[in-house]
Antibody, heavy 118, light 112 residues
């Protein structure tokens, strides 16, 4: 069974970087796509980006140059880094698997709530 | 960006009744390859989103046939028949035809 688990700090200071890890079991990240999605207070959801089976990436332009998604295939993990965070980055962050060819997220992690505050 | 407009925002229903949620896109979701990448999710309280319907009308594995999706172009609908308690929560549509991928604003299905 495919399982994803996010981990990382729940509190980040403004202007610092947010770093999260998604650990995947039951499936290799060298297949399909692997994405990050966040849900803001008030329930708006935003696709942040993904890393593909080959290591190529695609990002939401709204995040401009602040976002980076990388991976470690030896550990079957992928990572989110979001730089220069503000209070508007306070959200619950989810990692999820995205099926090649149909581009839907079928398996999700449980989510990690990140608060940006001094 | 493609704007996904979901209505209604809140939908009171009776158990055993029917619910219908609309998702309209600001431009056609038909990809150049002919496919339409419109999907539906349910997020129950305290849980992560779960996939219900992919590519407009395909039920994901394990999803009851009470859930059905339809539509084309810019206008899509999720219907739930014989609503059960476990169906309550927040419903979202997602388009992955155009970058950036975008979600609808959500519909809260709650008891009348």
């Amino acid at each position: 069974e495919v399982q994803l688990q996010e981990s990382g700090p729940g509190l980040v200071k403004p202007s610092q970087s947010l770093s999260l890890t998604c650990s995947v079991t039951g499936y290799s990240i060298t297949s399909n796509y692997w994405g990050w999605i966040r849900k803001f207070p008030g329930n708006k959801m935003e696709w942040m980006g993904y890393i593909s089976y080959s290591g190529s990436t695609s990002y939401n332009p709204s995040l401009k140059s602040r976002i980076s998604i990388t991976r470690d295939t030896s550990k079957n993990q992928f990572f989110l880094q979001l730089n220069s965070v503000t209070t508007e980055d306070t959200a619950t962050y989810y990692c999820a698997r995205c099926r090649s060819g149909s581009y839907y997220f079928d398996y999700w992690g449980q989510g990690v709530m990140v608060t940006v505050s001094s | 960006d493609v704007v996904m407009t979901q209505t209604p925002v809140s939908l009171p229903v009776s158990l055993g009744g029917q619910a219908s949620i609309s998702c309209r896109s600001s431009q056609s979701l038909v990809h150049s390859n002919g496919n339409t990448y419109l999907h539906w999710y349910l997020q129950k309280p305290g849980q992560s989103p779960q996939l219900l319907i992919y590519r407009v009308s395909n039920r994901f594995s394990g999803v009851p046939d009470r859930f059905s999706g339809s539509g084309s172009g810019t206008d899509f609908t999720l219907k739930i028949s014989r609503v059960e308690p476990e169906d309550l929560g927040d419903y979202y549509c997602l388009q992955s035809t155009h970058f950036p991928w975008t979600f609808g604003g959500g519909t809260k299905l709650e008891l009348k």
